[in-house]
């Protein structure tokens, strides 16, 4: 009898809630010579983003034939990028059988995370998966937002800080090689060296502030730009970066 039988556990695991931060593809056709081309050019833009990330496919935009739909072809191009095919987003029937076909998980679409955020808070636009009238206005006018988590030590190469809820405050430098994820906004009191990525269950409202801009990627809400691109503007300087009509800007602090 092994050591851990005899230590008082009863069964091999437990099933636990998990907050995962997933890139979906939003597949608008397919070709096989054309998808590798064009996720060879993604690749290259930010090679250290792609390697080894999970990645769903988002047919919710979809337009080509179910025929030419190869789960197959897809899985094998993505693995051979070092990049793992895990599911498939919404989809017809038709879709939806194929990627079960592939062993593909299958996910719904059209949550309320991923529709255009407005202004208001994100904890109440959760809220509005229920109906109105089930929710007492008391208990939304009395709602506490999520807890920031705040880190006061420098955020090491190899190191990724997670904060799955509300915003993520780091009062100390972000260095290269590091990786910082917020469900809210990001701020970084100090030099931002390595990747921060906002807003990663979709709110387009969430932004990224830092004391120095010197970063190897920045995300919002899955648009992103990289080290080259943010060269162009800010660099080096304390920066809010937000996203207007789908593209990140970067504006001067001083001008905010």
């Given at each position: 009898?092994?050591?851990?039988?005899?230590?008082?556990?009863?069964?091999?695991?437990?099933?636990?809630s998990a907050n995962?931060?997933?890139?979906?593809?939003?597949?608008?056709?397919?070709?096989?010579?054309?998808?590798?081309?064009?996720?060879?050019?993604?690749?290259?833009?930010?090679?250290?983003?792609?390697?080894?990330?999970?990645?769903?496919?988002?047919?919710?935009?979809?337009?080509?034939?179910?025929?030419?739909?190869?789960?197959?072809?897809?899985?094998?191009?993505?693995?051979?990028?070092?990049?793992?095919?895990?599911?498939?987003?919404?989809?017809n029937e038709d879709?939806?059988?194929?990627?079960?076909?592939?062993?593909?998980?299958?996910?719904?679409?059209?949550?309320?995370?991923?529709?255009?955020?407005?202004?208001?808070?994100?904890?109440?636009?959760?809220?509005?998966?229920?109906?109105?009238?089930?929710?007492?206005?008391?208990?939304?006018?009395?709602?506490?937002?999520?807890?920031?988590r705040i880190i006061?030590?420098?955020?090491?190469?190899?190191?990724?800080?997670?904060?799955?809820?509300?915003?993520?405050?780091?009062?100390?430098?972000?260095?290269?090689?590091?990786?910082?994820?917020?469900?809210?906004?990001?701020?970084?009191?100090?030099?931002?060296?390595?990747?921060?990525?906002?807003?990663?269950?979709?709110?387009?409202?969430?932004?990224?502030?830092?004391?120095?801009?010197?970063?190897?990627?920045?995300?919002?809400?899955?648009?992103?730009?990289?080290?080259?691109?943010?060269?162009?503007?800010?660099?080096?300087?304390?920066?809010?970066?937000?996203?207007?009509?789908?593209?990140?800007?970067?504006?001067?602090?001083?001008?905010?």
């Amino acid at each position: 009898m092994s050591d851990t039988a005899t230590s008082g556990v009863k069964q091999s695991f437990q099933l636990k809630s998990a907050n995962v931060s997933l890139t979906a593809l939003e597949l608008y056709y397919f070709d096989n010579d054309e998808f590798e081309a064009n996720l060879r050019d993604k690749i290259s833009q930010a090679p250290g983003f792609f390697k080894d990330i999970p990645l769903i496919i988002s047919l919710e935009k979809y337009e080509g034939l179910d025929s030419e739909l190869d789960f197959f072809k897809i899985i094998g191009t993505c693995r051979r990028h070092n990049i793992h095919v895990i599911g498939v987003r919404a989809g017809n029937e038709d879709q939806r059988r194929l990627a079960r076909g592939a062993s593909l998980a299958l996910l719904p679409g059209g949550t309320v995370r991923e529709k255009p955020q407005t202004a208001a808070p994100e904890p109440e636009a959760a809220a509005e998966e229920a109906p109105v009238a089930e929710t007492p206005a008391a208990a939304l006018s009395t709602a506490e937002p999520a807890p920031a988590r705040i880190i006061s030590q420098p955020v090491r190469s190899g190191q990724q800080v997670y904060a799955p809820e509300g915003d993520l405050i780091i009062l100390a430098p972000v260095q290269a090689g590091a990786e910082v994820l917020a469900a809210g906004n990001i701020h970084v009191y100090g030099p931002l060296r390595g990747r921060a990525l906002a807003g990663i269950h979709g709110a387009e409202s969430a932004r990224v502030f830092c004391q120095s801009l010197e970063a190897e990627l920045v995300s919002i809400a899955g648009h992103y730009k990289i080290s080259e691109d943010l060269q162009d503007n800010g660099w080096k300087s304390a920066v809010q970066i937000q996203l207007r009509d789908d593209l990140l800007v970067v504006t001067p602090l001083d001008k905010a």
